[in-house]
Protein backbone atom coordinates (compact mmCIF):
# COMPACT_ATOMS: atom_id res chain seq x y z
CA UNK A 1 0.00 0.00 0.00
CA UNK A 2 1.16 3.76 -0.93
CA UNK A 3 0.09 6.23 1.11
CA UNK A 4 1.35 10.09 0.56
CA UNK A 5 0.75 13.17 3.00
CA UNK A 6 0.05 16.75 2.16
CA UNK A 7 1.27 17.78 5.16
CA UNK A 8 -0.32 21.23 5.86
CA UNK A 9 -1.24 23.65 8.26
CA UNK A 10 1.77 24.21 10.22
CA UNK A 11 1.35 27.96 10.03
CA UNK A 12 -1.93 28.44 10.80
CA UNK A 13 -1.72 26.24 13.63
CA UNK A 14 1.06 28.57 14.79
CA UNK A 15 -0.92 31.79 14.45
CA UNK A 16 -3.85 30.29 16.69
CA UNK A 17 -1.31 30.13 19.55
CA UNK A 18 0.45 33.28 18.77
CA UNK A 19 3.62 31.54 17.87
CA UNK A 20 6.13 32.27 15.22
CA UNK A 21 5.65 29.99 11.74
CA UNK A 22 8.92 28.53 12.44
CA UNK A 23 7.22 27.03 15.34
CA UNK A 24 4.45 25.28 13.89
CA UNK A 25 7.01 23.55 11.69
CA UNK A 26 8.85 22.02 14.54
CA UNK A 27 6.00 20.97 15.77
CA UNK A 28 5.09 19.11 12.74
CA UNK A 29 8.28 17.35 12.29
CA UNK A 30 7.60 15.98 15.66
CA UNK A 31 4.36 15.16 13.90
CA UNK A 32 5.99 12.98 10.88
CA UNK A 33 8.20 11.03 13.94
CA UNK A 34 4.88 9.27 14.98
CA UNK A 35 3.29 9.17 11.57
CA UNK A 36 6.11 7.54 9.84
CA UNK A 37 6.74 5.12 12.88
CA UNK A 38 2.77 4.17 12.90
CA UNK A 39 3.17 3.65 9.32
CA UNK A 40 6.19 1.75 9.93
CA UNK A 41 3.83 -0.59 12.73
CA UNK A 42 1.29 -1.13 10.05
CA UNK A 43 3.49 -2.61 7.36
CA UNK A 44 2.30 0.44 4.99
CA UNK A 45 4.87 -0.54 1.92
CA UNK A 46 5.57 3.42 0.83
CA UNK A 47 5.01 6.20 2.71
CA UNK A 48 5.13 9.74 0.33
CA UNK A 49 5.71 13.40 2.51
CA UNK A 50 5.34 16.60 0.87
CA UNK A 51 7.59 18.79 2.40
CA UNK A 52 8.89 21.36 0.48
CA UNK A 53 7.04 22.16 -3.22
CA UNK A 54 8.58 24.40 -5.54
CA UNK A 55 6.15 26.76 -4.98
CA UNK A 56 7.35 27.41 -1.78
CA UNK A 57 10.23 29.19 -2.75
CA UNK A 58 7.91 32.46 -2.94
CA UNK A 59 7.68 32.18 1.17
CA UNK A 60 9.93 34.70 3.19
CA UNK A 61 13.27 33.80 3.44
CA UNK A 62 13.91 33.48 6.69
CA UNK A 63 10.83 30.95 6.69
CA UNK A 64 12.57 28.53 3.72
CA UNK A 65 15.95 28.53 5.33
CA UNK A 66 14.12 27.69 8.71
CA UNK A 67 12.21 24.74 7.11
CA UNK A 68 15.55 23.76 5.52
CA UNK A 69 17.73 23.57 8.77
CA UNK A 70 15.12 21.78 10.36
CA UNK A 71 14.65 19.03 7.49
CA UNK A 72 18.56 18.36 7.58
CA UNK A 73 18.24 18.13 11.33
CA UNK A 74 15.54 15.45 10.91
CA UNK A 75 18.06 13.36 8.63
CA UNK A 76 20.50 13.67 10.79
CA UNK A 77 18.83 12.81 13.57
CA UNK A 78 16.04 9.95 12.40
CA UNK A 79 18.27 8.39 9.97
CA UNK A 80 19.28 6.03 12.67
CA UNK A 81 15.97 5.79 13.80
CA UNK A 82 15.22 4.49 10.39
CA UNK A 83 18.11 1.79 9.84
CA UNK A 84 17.00 0.40 13.44
CA UNK A 85 12.94 -0.15 11.73
CA UNK A 86 14.53 -1.06 7.84
CA UNK A 87 13.19 1.92 6.66
CA UNK A 88 14.54 3.41 3.50
CA UNK A 89 14.77 6.92 2.97
CA UNK A 90 14.37 8.64 -0.40
CA UNK A 91 13.94 12.24 -1.07
CA UNK A 92 12.43 13.39 -4.13
CA UNK A 93 12.65 16.54 -6.29
CA UNK A 94 15.40 19.07 -7.59
CA UNK A 95 18.14 19.58 -5.81
CA UNK A 96 20.45 22.24 -7.68
CA UNK A 97 18.39 24.75 -6.15
CA UNK A 98 19.48 23.28 -2.36
CA UNK A 99 22.81 23.76 -0.48
CA UNK A 100 25.70 21.78 -0.91
CA UNK A 101 24.88 20.89 2.54
CA UNK A 102 22.11 19.65 2.46
CA UNK A 103 22.42 17.52 -0.57
CA UNK A 104 25.77 16.15 1.36
CA UNK A 105 22.96 14.73 3.72
CA UNK A 106 20.29 13.65 1.90
CA UNK A 107 23.19 11.74 0.33
CA UNK A 108 24.41 10.23 3.28
CA UNK A 109 20.81 9.07 4.31
CA UNK A 110 20.10 7.43 1.34
CA UNK A 111 23.16 5.66 1.23
CA UNK A 112 22.80 4.61 5.08
CA UNK A 113 19.90 3.44 4.82
CA UNK A 114 20.09 1.52 0.82
CA UNK A 115 19.98 -1.40 2.12
CA UNK A 116 16.93 -1.68 4.41
CA UNK A 117 14.36 -3.61 3.16
CA UNK A 118 10.97 -2.49 4.98
CA UNK A 119 9.03 0.75 4.37
CA UNK A 120 10.43 3.01 1.61
CA UNK A 121 9.98 6.56 3.02
CA UNK A 122 10.40 8.85 0.17
CA UNK A 123 10.50 13.10 1.24
CA UNK A 124 9.58 15.24 -1.37
CA UNK A 125 11.53 18.60 -1.37
CA UNK A 126 11.58 21.48 -3.89
CA UNK A 127 9.34 19.29 -6.08
CA UNK A 128 6.70 19.73 -8.75
CA UNK A 129 4.58 17.45 -10.36
CA UNK A 130 4.05 19.25 -13.41
CA UNK A 131 7.43 19.97 -14.08
CA UNK A 132 8.38 16.44 -13.37
CA UNK A 133 6.05 15.40 -15.84
CA UNK A 134 7.28 17.93 -18.47
CA UNK A 135 10.61 17.25 -17.87
CA UNK A 136 10.24 13.22 -18.37
CA UNK A 137 8.35 14.11 -21.83
CA UNK A 138 11.27 15.96 -23.00
CA UNK A 139 13.92 13.25 -22.07
CA UNK A 140 11.70 10.44 -23.99
CA UNK A 141 11.04 12.76 -27.09
CA UNK A 142 13.47 11.32 -29.04
CA UNK A 143 12.52 7.39 -28.29
CA UNK A 144 10.61 6.26 -30.78
CA UNK A 145 7.91 4.34 -28.91
CA UNK A 146 7.08 4.95 -25.15
CA UNK A 147 5.07 2.54 -23.51
CA UNK A 148 3.80 3.32 -19.93
CA UNK A 149 6.50 1.02 -18.47
CA UNK A 150 9.04 2.92 -19.77
CA UNK A 151 7.32 6.56 -19.15
CA UNK A 152 6.77 5.48 -15.15
CA UNK A 153 11.09 4.73 -15.30
CA UNK A 154 11.98 7.93 -16.95
CA UNK A 155 9.33 9.83 -14.10
CA UNK A 156 11.36 7.81 -11.27
CA UNK A 157 14.52 9.38 -12.77
CA UNK A 158 13.49 12.45 -13.02
CA UNK A 159 12.00 12.63 -9.68
CA UNK A 160 15.02 10.84 -7.85
CA UNK A 161 13.16 7.79 -7.02
CA UNK A 162 14.78 5.18 -5.87
CA UNK A 163 12.55 2.80 -6.78
CA UNK A 164 9.89 3.43 -9.33
CA UNK A 165 6.82 3.79 -6.48
CA UNK A 166 3.36 1.79 -7.31
CA UNK A 167 0.34 4.40 -7.38
CA UNK A 168 -1.08 5.94 -4.76
CA UNK A 169 -3.31 4.14 -2.87
CA UNK A 170 -4.06 6.60 -0.46
CA UNK A 171 -3.84 10.75 -0.45
CA UNK A 172 -4.12 12.39 2.78
CA UNK A 173 -3.95 16.03 3.23
CA UNK A 174 -4.46 17.81 6.70
CA UNK A 175 -5.36 21.39 7.41
CA UNK A 176 -8.88 21.82 5.81
CA UNK A 177 -7.83 22.33 1.81
CA UNK A 178 -9.15 20.18 -0.49
CA UNK A 179 -6.81 19.95 -3.78
CA UNK A 180 -3.61 18.28 -4.54
CA UNK A 181 -1.00 21.03 -4.97
CA UNK A 182 1.02 19.93 -7.69
CA UNK A 183 1.91 16.83 -6.07
CA UNK A 184 2.40 12.95 -7.53
CA UNK A 185 -0.01 14.22 -10.49
CA UNK A 186 0.69 10.93 -12.45
CA UNK A 187 0.62 8.59 -9.27
CA UNK A 188 -2.71 9.56 -7.72
CA UNK A 189 -4.56 9.67 -10.93
CA UNK A 190 -6.98 6.47 -8.93
CA UNK A 191 -6.00 7.11 -5.42
CA UNK A 192 -8.10 8.02 -2.88
CA UNK A 193 -8.21 11.19 -1.62
CA UNK A 194 -9.31 11.95 2.78
CA UNK A 195 -9.14 15.31 3.86
CA UNK A 196 -9.28 16.56 7.28
CA UNK A 197 -9.88 19.85 9.23
CA UNK A 198 -7.07 18.85 11.41
CA UNK A 199 -3.59 20.74 10.63
CA UNK A 200 -0.42 18.87 10.47
CA UNK A 201 0.79 19.06 13.78
CA UNK A 202 -2.19 17.75 15.86
CA UNK A 203 -2.40 14.98 13.08
CA UNK A 204 -1.38 12.07 15.19
CA UNK A 205 -1.64 8.23 15.16
CA UNK A 206 -5.52 8.64 16.07
CA UNK A 207 -5.97 10.63 12.71
CA UNK A 208 -4.16 8.10 10.61
CA UNK A 209 -5.83 5.31 11.97
CA UNK A 210 -9.05 7.57 11.03
CA UNK A 211 -7.96 8.01 7.51
CA UNK A 212 -7.13 4.37 7.20
CA UNK A 213 -10.86 2.94 8.71
CA UNK A 214 -12.12 5.73 5.72
CA UNK A 215 -10.14 4.43 3.27
CA UNK A 216 -10.50 0.49 3.97
CA UNK A 217 -14.74 0.98 3.79
CA UNK A 218 -14.43 2.41 0.00
CA UNK A 219 -15.29 0.72 -2.92
CA UNK A 220 -12.13 1.02 -5.49
CA UNK A 221 -13.61 0.36 -9.00
CA UNK A 222 -10.15 2.26 -11.32
CA UNK A 223 -13.41 2.98 -14.03
CA UNK A 224 -15.17 -0.19 -14.19
CA UNK A 225 -18.36 -1.66 -12.75
CA UNK A 226 -18.28 -3.18 -9.43
CA UNK A 227 -15.24 -3.30 -7.51
CA UNK A 228 -13.68 -4.66 -4.54
CA UNK A 229 -12.86 -2.53 -0.94
CA UNK A 230 -10.02 -0.41 -1.04
CA UNK A 231 -8.03 -2.40 1.52
CA UNK A 232 -8.40 -5.66 -0.55
CA UNK A 233 -7.32 -3.73 -3.79
CA UNK A 234 -3.91 -2.50 -1.80
CA UNK A 235 -3.42 -6.53 -0.84
CA UNK A 236 -4.65 -7.34 -4.51
Given at each position: ????I?????????????????????????????????A?????????????????????????????????R???????????????I???G????????????I???????????G?????????????????????????????????????????????????????I???????????L?????Y????????????????????????????????????G?????????
Open positions: MHIAIMDGNGRWAARRGLPRTAGHRAGAKAVDAIVEAARRRIDTLTLYAFSAANWSRPTEEVAALFRLFRYLITQTRRCLEQAIRNVMRRDRLSAELVRTADSEAATAHCSMHLRIAIDYSAQDSLIETCRRLRAEPFVDRTRFVQCLAEVDRSTATSAAVDLLRTGGEQRLSDFLWECAAELHFTECPWPDFDETAFEQALTDYAARERRFGAIGVTAMAASHG
